[in-house]
């Protein structure tokens, strides 16, 4: 705005110079003129009485020059006979000069007494004025002057000039630099954040109130747009589903804390090609079908984690500006699937063999195809499937009733007078295979429910004796803590693998099929007392070496609530 106004003020001033000049030069060169033509007149007036009264004696005075007078006359006299001819010349001698008769301002002069006329020179630098009269014997006295035209008299001054425009742009650039800077500083130093309490230029008043409208509109739709980017970032700030949103390039222009956690990143990765979060095929697939087709799908494994990511288009105005991405975390949902499947196989499985072996019993009974000394033996067969079946509905109701986490009764229980009943129950157990159960430690209370935590203790001593050694021994041990109680058990078995170790928990799980078969067990035990000690808000923790016993310890909190863990 400085240049233009520079540029403006200098234009106007170089153009006043100019006109200046010429209306300068213009009135002048007219003024001179006049004053001359008059002048001119009055000299032929004067030599017209003189040549009446003395004759040609007057103009012979005239045209002698002596270089003794500094005057020397600036006018020409030519006196001209009624037929044309030249009798004087103040210039040139009248024989040298031709017949004049034709001569514009000669015959006027003849027709009305007196005429004038101009000729230009050649080269349009010089113009002649002439003045005739006619004189009372018949005669023509002609006075003529030269003198310059404007064009000659521009270049005659041009250096002149030239040196005053040169002077008079310098001065108007000067000028012209100071007052649009003096224009400007107070537009420069306008506070547009408040219009209205400025006193600048009047003329700007409207412009300004313009300016106070549209920033009042301005600051309430970036308040609106603010309180709702808040909005979405409280939104999907507490979604437990990962949003990200991308521009048609792929550019991440917003991530959520969720899908920042799902593919380990963070938001500096905001405004970068989503490449650089992920580069899997698939998920550029699902991307480009999105864009193409308007939705596109995958699933995928980010940071140990199974993912389900669903992309859809953002359309604008029939145009397409980018996809959204919606990344659900489904490793549990893909677990307990994968828990059904294995659970529904097993048990059907473990249902098939003792059924199997029922039936086949009860069909040999059925056609008298047994002798009647071996019917106890088949007889007991069927009873001991059919007691594996209840003992494995049993724990497989147990199971499901602790999933769904129903209501119990919650009470104080000692551990140690808990521990002193499995061992008593479990005796007899223990003796028919030469296994010592001792229970060892204090008194240590927990707030939880008396029949699961009994059921926990013997499934672990239980086991313990199953797969115990002979004359091997059981220890029960009790111990009361700062953070809590532990129940540790401890036996001199056969031992774990430790490539087993991790799995033991699982349901139908068994480290020798062969012998969980042969003692009874149903391969949900464990698994049952992992999800009571879960339900109790305890830990477990298992030590074993194969061969060598396993010790397997579980630790409640002080203050156990009641509810499912």
């Known amino acids: 705005m400085t240049r233009k106004i520079f540029r403006s003020i200098l234009l106007v001033s170089a153009a006043v110079l100019l006109a200046s000049l010429c209306i300068i030069m213009g009135c002048l060169y007219d003024y001179f003129a006049q004053t001359q033509e008059r002048q001119l007149k009055d000299e032929l007036r004067l030599a017209a009485y003189a040549v009446e009264e003395h004759g040609q004696a007057y103009l012979e005075a005239l045209s002698v020059q002596d270089y003794r007078y500094t005057w020397t006359p600036d006018y020409r006299l030519t006196w001209v006979a009624p037929d044309g001819t030249v009798l004087f010349d103040t210039v040139e001698p009248a024989e040298a000069m031709g017949n004049h008769g034709g001569r514009i301002e000669i015959q006027e002069a003849f027709a009305r007494g007196e005429s004038s006329s101009v000729r230009y020179s050649d080269t349009l630098t010089e113009r002649t004025l002439y003045y005739a009269r006619a004189l009372n014997n018949g005669t023509v006295l002609r006075i003529s002057i030269s003198r310059i035209t404007v064009l000659a008299l521009v270049l005659a001054m041009l ?46 008043t409207p412009l300004l109130r313009r300016i106070q409208r549209q920033r009042s509109q301005i600051s309430a739709q970036v308040r609106e747009l603010q309180t709702r980017a808040d909005e979405f970032e409280q939104i999907t700030g507490n979604m437990n589903e990962g949003l990200v949103v991308l521009d048609q390039k792929g550019t991440i222009l917003s991530i959520n804390p969720a899908a920042q956690k799902l593919f380990g990143t963070d938001r500096s990765c905001i405004r970068k090609d989503f490449l650089t979060v992920d580069r899997e095929h698939e998920m550029s697939q699902a991307i480009l079908s999105a864009l193409e087709d308007g939705h596109g799908e995958v699933r995928t494994e980010q940071n140990g984690r199974e993912v389900q990511i669903d992309v859809s288009r953002i359309e604008s105005d029939g145009a397409v500006i980018g996809t959204v991405l919606l990344a659900f975390d489904v490793t549990e949902q893909a677990s307990a699937e994968r828990s059904r499947r294995e659970f529904t196989a097993n048990v059907s499985h473990e249902l098939k063999t003792p059924l199997q072996s029922i039936l086949g019993s009860a069909e040999l009974l059925k056609n008298g195809m047994v002798r009647q000394e071996d019917i106890p033996q088949f007889s007991g067969l069927i009873y001991k499937e059919a007691a594996r079946l209840v003992a494995l509905v049993e724990d497989i109701i147990h199971l499901s009733q602790l999933d769904e986490g129903g209501a119990m009764e919650w009470e104080p229980v000692d551990l140690l007078e808990l521990a002193n009943s499995v061992a008593a129950a479990l005796r007899d157990s223990g003796e028919k295979k030469h296994v010592r159960l001792s229970v060892t430690g204090e008194s240590a209370q927990v707030h939880g429910v008396r029949g699961l935590l009994y059921e926990m203790t013997y499934n672990l001593c239980d086991n313990a004796v199953k797969y115990n050694v002979e004359h091997g021994s059981v220890e029960i041990h009790i111990s009361a803590q700062p953070q809590g109680a532990v129940l540790t058990v401890r036996d001199t078995g056969i031992g774990i693998p430790s490539e087993f170790q991790s799995r033991v928990f699982e349901r139908f799980f068994r480290v020798d099929k062969s012998r969980s078969k042969a003692s009874g067990g149903t391969g949900l035990g464990l698994s049952i007392v992992k999800h009571i000690a879960q339900y109790h808000h305890g830990e477990i923790k298992l030590r074993s070496d194969a061969g060598s016993g396993t010790t397997i310890s579980v630790r409640f909190p002080r203050l156990a609530t009641a509810g499912h863990g």
């Open 159 to 204: 250096q002149p000039i030239l040196l005053v425009g040169m002077i008079a742009v310098a001065l108007s650039a000067a000028l012209a630099g100071w007052m649009s800077r003096k224009i400007v500083q107070p537009l420069n130093s306008l506070n547009l954040d408040h219009p209205m309490e400025q006193d600048i230029y009047e003329e700007l």
